[in-house]
Nanobody, 128 residues
Framework: QVQLVESGGGLVQAGGSPRLSCAAS????????MGWFRQSPGKEREFVAA???????????DYADSVKGRYTISRDNAKNTVFLQMNSLKPEDTAVYYC??????????????????WGQGTQVTVSS
């Protein structure tokens, strides 16, 4: 069982640039696909970004169109941590952000059910 603990959320002004962090409790972190989803009130949970493991230290990043160019996902395998740098935040980015993890799989990473492990979520509120 992998535990994921997010941090870094809070109240941010529009245009702000917070960074979310997610620490994972696994010794094989480097081989996990890691990602972020978010959910706004009254909306379905949606894909934000993910890093999929290929081999060695090669990962591929994927982003939702709504955040591409503004968000950057990265990871520090030595610290078992994945990050989500968010820039140019908009009020519509307000949501609970969830860190997710899986050790491979055939289901596309944009599907929430593709991931086996979820964090408790961290609230990001963007004020206009």
């Amino acid at each position: 069982q992998v535990q994921l603990v997010e941090s870094g959320g809070g109240l941010v002004q529009a245009g702000g640039s917070p960074r979310l962090s997610c620490a994972a409790s696994t010794r094989t972190f480097s081989s996990y696909d890691m990602g972020w989803f978010r959910q706004s009130p009254g909306k379905e949970r949606e894909f934000v970004a993910a890093l999929t493991w290929s081999s060695g230290n090669t990962y591929y990043a994927d982003y939702a169109d709504s955040v591409k160019g503004r968000y950057t996902i990265s990871r520090d395998n030595a610290k078992n941590t994945v990050f989500l740098q968010m820039n140019s935040l908009k009020p519509e980015d307000t949501a609970v952000y969830y860190c997710v993890a899986r050790r491979g799989g055939r289901l596309g990473i944009r599907f929430s059910r593709a991931f086996d492990y979820w964090g408790q979520g961290t609230q990001v509120t963007v004020s206009s």
